[in-house]
C-alpha cells in the first residue's frame, strides 16, 4: 500500500501541494495579523485569551484545508473518472479498491498533517509575538497547552476525515463542480460563528466527531461501490 501511496503522489506530481499549502499559510498569517489590528481595542478581542487565539487559528486552519482536501479529491479521484483514466489505472493487476484507498489516504493524511502544522506553525508565531509585545491577558501553562494540543489533534483527524465528505457529492456524476462547491458549503457549515470567535458550531465536539465518522462512511462505502455502480 505505502508503495502504491507514493506511486500515487509521484504521478500526480503531489510536491507542489506543499507549495501551494506554503501560500495558504502564508494568506491565513496575514488574515490573523489582519483581525489582531483591526479588532484591537474591542471588548470581544479575538486574541484576549489562549484558548480564543487558538481556536480562531485551527478555524482559519479548517476552513482552509478542507477545501484543500477537496481540491486533492477532485484531482486524484473525481477527474480521472471523468476523463476515463480510472478505467485505465482499474486494468492494473492491482485490486481496485487498493486504489482507491491509496488516494483517500494521501487526501486524509495531507489535510490532517496541514491543519496540524498549521496550528502548530500560527501558535509559536502567536507565542513569540505576545512575548515580546503582550496582548494576550491570561497565561499558558503547561497543563492548559497539552489539553489544547490533545483538543486540537482531536479536531484536526475529525477535520480530516469531514474533508471526505464531498466524495459524495462528486461521484454522484463525477463532478468536480460538485466536489468543491459541496466542500464550501461544508466549511460555512461548520467552521462560522456562533458568538463571535470564541464558539464555532465545531466547538460543539460532538458535531465534527459526527461529520468525521460520516466521512470515513463515505470513503468506506466508495470502496465497496468500486465493484458495481461506479465502475460501469
Not at 501551494?20 to 479588532?39: K, Q, S
Not at 479575538?46 to 484531482?75: E, N, Q
Not at 482499474?90 to 481496485?96: A, G, L, M, S
Not at 461548520?190 to 466527531?209: D, K, M
Amino acid at each position: 500500500m505505502l508503495k502504491l501511496i507514493f506511486l500515487e503522489m509521484r504521478k500526480h506530481r503531489f510536491a507542489r501541494n506543499f507549495g501551494y499549502a506554503a501560500i495558504a499559510n502564508v494568506g491565513i498569517l496575514l488574515f490573523l495579523i489582519m483581525i489582531g489590528v483591526v479588532d484591537w481595542g474591542a471588548e470581544d478581542y479575538a486574541f484576549i485569551t489562549y484558548p480564543s487565539s487558538f481556536m480562531l487559528i485551527d478555524t482559519f486552519a479548517r476552513v482552509t484545508f478542507i477545501i484543500f482536501g477537496g481540491a486533492l479529491i477532485s484531482k486524484l479521484i473525481i477527474s480521472e473518472y471523468s476523463n476515463k483514466t480510472m478505467n485505465v489505472m482499474f486494468t492494473y493487476p492491482i485490486k481496485r479498491h487498493k486504489i482507491i484507498a491509496a488516494k483517500l489516504i494521501i487526501v486524509f493524511a495531507f489535510t490532517f498533517f496541514m491543519i496540524m502544522f498549521t496550528d502548530l506553525l500560527m501558535g509559536a508565531i502567536l507565542l513569540t509575538t505576545d512575548h515580546f509585545y503582550p496582548f494576550i491577558t491570561d497565561e499558558l501553562t503547561g497543563k492548559q497547552a497539552l489539553q489544547l494540543l490533545i483538543k486540537y489533534t482531536i479536531s484536526s483527524l475529525s477535520a480530516a476525515a469531514m474533508a471526505l465528505i464531498p466524495l459524495l457529492f462528486g461521484m454522484r456524476k463525477h463532478s468536480v463542480t460538485a466536489t468543491m462547491v459541496s466542500s464550501i458549503f461544508l466549511v460555512l457549515a461548520v467552521c462560522s460563528g456562533v458568538n463571535g470567535p470564541s464558539v464555532s458550531i465545531n466547538s460543539i465536539i460532538v458535531i465534527p466527531l459526527t461529520l468525521g465518522a460520516i466521512g470515513l462512511w463515505i470513503a468506506s462505502l466508495s470502496l465497496v461501490r468500486l465493484e458495481t455502480k461506479d465502475v460501469n
